[in-house]
């Protein structure tokens, strides 16, 4: 950052925020790529705008206590950031992980007002979620600790205020606990307050899909901008949960090899191709360890370090677990093993200074924001279908899926060669989202 408004702004931002490093991230890397239109366009340095895009509208911290199935007492921490309404209400998911704190929180409520400024549809930002660990929990577990964090959520939300959905560890079953309870203590059968619900309850198709797919299509357009497609390139996915199955669905549907895959204890690697169908029967029905795909395709490799997919040679990685994955040395030896495409799935999986080294040794970078908006997209799309109430065919929607995640590309691609970086993608996604959320706030005056 060399603009002395901006090195003061982030300045202010580190002593406001102190210790909430994921935050400080996401913030200078939206700072750092915002430079070279502000040296076209110096009033957006004077008009406010900055300083209060860095400061959430809201942010709730309430204590959730739930009865384990031991009869013991349990206290865990709950949080919704309400970010920047300017667009819409506030919409992002929910995050149950032991590692869910403010920074956690305030990092991903203030990409996904960036995020969802791309995806052109009226939707703010905001995320929420709790320090919960679902891991080892029963099923009864999870419904009273869901019953319990909605008791106070259910004040916050509602289709025109802020619209939550699911996240790490939040899937369809607990959006159904939550959404029982929301319709119990407000008694109105709202549905469009929450997304990624089930299909019988006013869910939508290919929700489930959404992020994974979305990727997928994103990376489509990487590719074929270098004249390439997925036929035959080597990809590794790193995670197995929501994301990971659904990008390693497409990219072996468009004709690609996905070698390797992890989780939080470990990484396989099957030459062959991963078996899918497996993958989901451990991750999403049996919810084991992905060391068990070994247990049945005893060719495969199991490797008790999440880390050394990073390892394995492949010409397209995707990063779909979580935040922090990439440092340096991982984008260092993807890019000595011969990648030359790296896409998130997750948010913020890569480090500034991993991104900074993809950018200047030519391997081509989808950024989160960007690639990974899929999901939001199609909970954009799920609003509109509970709104209209109707519901669009599997077809409908993942035409429409992937029309927003080409449109996505070509407005971080057309930004970025505007900007005369014409591979930084990373620029062009920041610069074209801030625009629009920066108008909106503009014409709304001083809130
Ligand atoms: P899930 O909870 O479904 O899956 C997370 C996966 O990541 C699990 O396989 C988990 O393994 C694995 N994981 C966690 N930590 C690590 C680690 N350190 N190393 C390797 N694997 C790890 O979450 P989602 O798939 O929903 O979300 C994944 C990422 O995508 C998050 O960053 C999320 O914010 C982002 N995202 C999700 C969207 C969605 O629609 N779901 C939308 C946009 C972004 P284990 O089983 O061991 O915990």
Redesign the pocket.
């Known amino acids: 950052m060399k603009n002395l408004s901006l090195i003061q702004l982030f300045e202010q931002v580190k002593s406001r925020n102190p210790y909430e490093t994921e935050f400080h991230h996401a913030v200078e890397e939206v700072l750092n790529s915002l430079e070279p239109l502000f040296e076209v366009e110096p009033k957006w340095l004077k008009s406010g705008v900055l300083e209060r895009i860095v400061e959430p509208e809201r942010l709730i911290h309430f204590r959730v206590s739930w009865v384990d199935d031991g009869g013991i007492v349990r206290v865990n921490r709950g949080f919704r950031v309400q970010f920047n309404s300017a667009l819409g209400p506030y919409k992002g ?1 929910l ?1 149950f ?1 032991p590692s869910v704190r403010p920074s956690i929180i305030k990092f ?1 409520g203030f990409e996904q007002c960036f ?1 969802n400024a791309l995806t052109g549809l009226p939707m703010g930002g905001g995320k929420g979620g709790s320090d919960f660990d679902p ?1 080892g929990k029963s099923d009864g577990e999870i419904m009273r600790f869901c019953q319990a964090f909605m008791s106070e959520l259910y004040r916050h939300i509602g289709s025109d205020i802020d619209v939550p ?7 369809a079953r607990e959006i159904g606990y939550l959404y029982g309870m929301y319709k119990k203590l407000s008694n109105v059968h709202a549905q469009g307050v929450l997304t ?1 619900k089930s299909i019988n309850y006013g869910g939508s198709l290919v ?1 489930t899909q ?3 797919y979305g990727l997928v299509y994103f990376v489509e357009n990487m590719l074929k901008d270098k004249n390439e497609d997925f036929k035959g390139k080597r990809v590794i996915v ?8 659904y990008a390693i669905e497409k990219a072996q549907e468009l004709g690609a090899l996905v070698v390797a895959c ?4 470990g ?1 396989i690697v099957d030459e062959r191709g991963l078996d899918l169908a497996l993958i989901k029967e451990i ?1 999403e029905i049996k919810r084991e ?2 060391q068990r795909y070994c247990d049945v395709h005893p060719n495969a490799i199991y490797h008790a370090d ?2 050394a ?1 990073y390892d394995v040679a492949c010409d397209i990685a995707l990063p ?6 990439i440092q340096i040395e991982q984008a260092q030896q993807l890019f000595k093993n011969g990648c030359r495409f790296v896409a998130e ?5 890569s480090s500034l200074e991993a991104i900074q080294f993809f950018l200047s040794n030519d391997v081509y970078f989808g950024p ?1 924001k960007a690639a ?5 997209a199609t ?1 954009g799309l799920e609003m509109s279908q509970n709104s209209l109430r109707l519901n669009w065919t599997f077809e409908e929607v993942d035409q429409r899926l992937h029309a927003i995640m080409d449109q996505i590309y070509v407005q971080a691609k057309q930004t970025a060669i505007a900007y005369k970086d014409p591979n930084n993608l990373v620029m062009g996604s920041n610069i074209a989202s801030f625009k629009r959320l920066a108008e909106a706030m503009l014409a709304q005056g001083v809130l």
Do not use: F
């Not at 959905?165 to 899937?171: E, F, H, N, P």
């Not at 790193?238 to 199955?245: A, E, L, T, W």
């Not at 990974?372 to 939001?376: R, T």
């Open positions: 998911g995050r992980h991903l995020k891991k959905a699911g996240d790490m560890g939040v899937g990624g929700r959404a992020t994974g790193s995670g197995s949960g929501n994301v990971s199955i992890s989780d939080s204890n990484t991750k360890r992905i999440s880390s997919l779909c677990a979580t935040q922090g994955e799935g997750a948010n913020m999986p989160a990974n908006a899929g999901g939001v909970s």
